[in-house]
Structure formats: structure tokens, C-alpha cells
């Protein structure tokens, strides 16, 4: 799918569903990012184990973009390991991923998308709200218990009703 929703997004980037040969490229963007703090790291199993979930957008053979729609419940997913290459950042590949998750929920009839995020702004602008996080025991107790930073979590819970 060709997308240009995004001011200033070329039409040649495509969001489309990763591959198990895309596994290493989004490895490499997410160590990237959590190297410097600003998501938590994923392992290659896990990024594989997952892979239905992430959709990319790609330049060359590189990944230049990625995001995944991981559910919760029926009626629950999240944005996750949302990240844009640094050099293309404000290009709008991030908006184009988030608005393509937003569709596969739409579809799937997902009522509610949810994110943790140190940049809430970005998803404001895609009419999400900020929320507390204590609305989401499914993410609380089925993930974020087991993360370093959970007893002192400094990331901003957002939410986009769909229903």
C-alpha cells in the first residue's frame, strides 16, 4: 500500500508487513534507540516471534521505519517498538506506520489502541488523548512487570478510542 498521508512524505515509501528477512534491519533500528534510553530493547526471538505484528517501511534493503499492532485482548492493542530512522525523523514514515496500525484495527474491530511513549505530542496529533496507565492492568501485569524500569516507569501512557 502507498501511502501519503503526511505533508512532505515522498510516495515512494511503502508501509508493508516485515518479512523473516527483515528481522536483522528491525533488530538493528530498535538496539539503535534503546541503546540511547529511548524504548526497551527487543530480542531476535522475540522480534521473530512477533513478526506478524510489525509493519516497515523500507528504503533499499534497509529498514527505515518500523511499528507493531501487538494485542492485548479483542478489544485492546498496542503501538509498539514505533521507531523512524534518525536521519529521515519529521519526514512523517512515523505518522504513515501509526496510521496504517490504526487501520489493521480498525479491521480487526480493536476498540482501543494504546501506547507508552516519551513523546505523547506525536500521538496527539493522531487524536490519541493522554491517559493513566493504570487503566491498562493487561499491559501492567502481562508486560511491564517483567521491565527494568517498572517500579519507576517514565514513559506517558496515550490512548485512541476506536468504538
Known amino acids: ?3 501519503s498521508l503526511a505533508s512532505g512524505v515522498d510516495s515512494q515509501y511503502v508501509v508493508q508487513a516485515a518479512t523473516k528477512d527483515d528481522v536483522l534491519n528491525i533488530q538493528k533500528l530498535l538496539n539503535h534507540y534503546a541503546s540511547m534510553g529511548d ?3 527487543r530480542t531476535k526471538s522475540d522480534i521473530i516471534n512477533n513478526l506478524a505484528h510489525f509493519r516497515v517501511i523500507k528504503q533499499g534493503d534497509d529498514i527505515i521505519a518500523c511499528g507493531s499492532l501487538e494485542h492485548f485482548t479483542e478489544e485492546l492493542a498496542e503501538v509498539r517498538s514505533l521507531m523512524v530512522a534518525s536521519n529521515i525523523k519529521r519526514g512523517g514514515l512515523g505518522r504513515m506506520i501509526v496510521e496504517d496500525l490504526i ?3 480498525k479491521a480487526r474491530k480493536v476498540g482501543r489502541i494504546m501506547a507508552l511513549t516519551y513523546v505523547p505530542d506525536f500521538f496527539h496529533k493522531l487524536n490519541f488523548i493522554t491517559v493513566n496507565k493504570d ?3 493487561e499491559k501492567i501485569w502481562g508486560i ?3 521491565c527494568y524500569k517498572f517500579n519507576n516507569c517514565d514513559e506517558i501512557a496515550v490512548l ?3 468504538k
Request: hydrophobic fraction near 60%; charge should be positive; aromatic fraction near 6%.
Open 103 to 105: 487501520r489493521i484495527a
Open 135 to 137: 487503566i491498562f492492568p
Open 1 to 3: 500500500m502507498t501511502l
Open 160 to 162: 485512541l478510542k476506536l
Open 39 to 41: 524504548l526497551l530493547p
Open 144 to 146: 511491564c512487570v517483567n
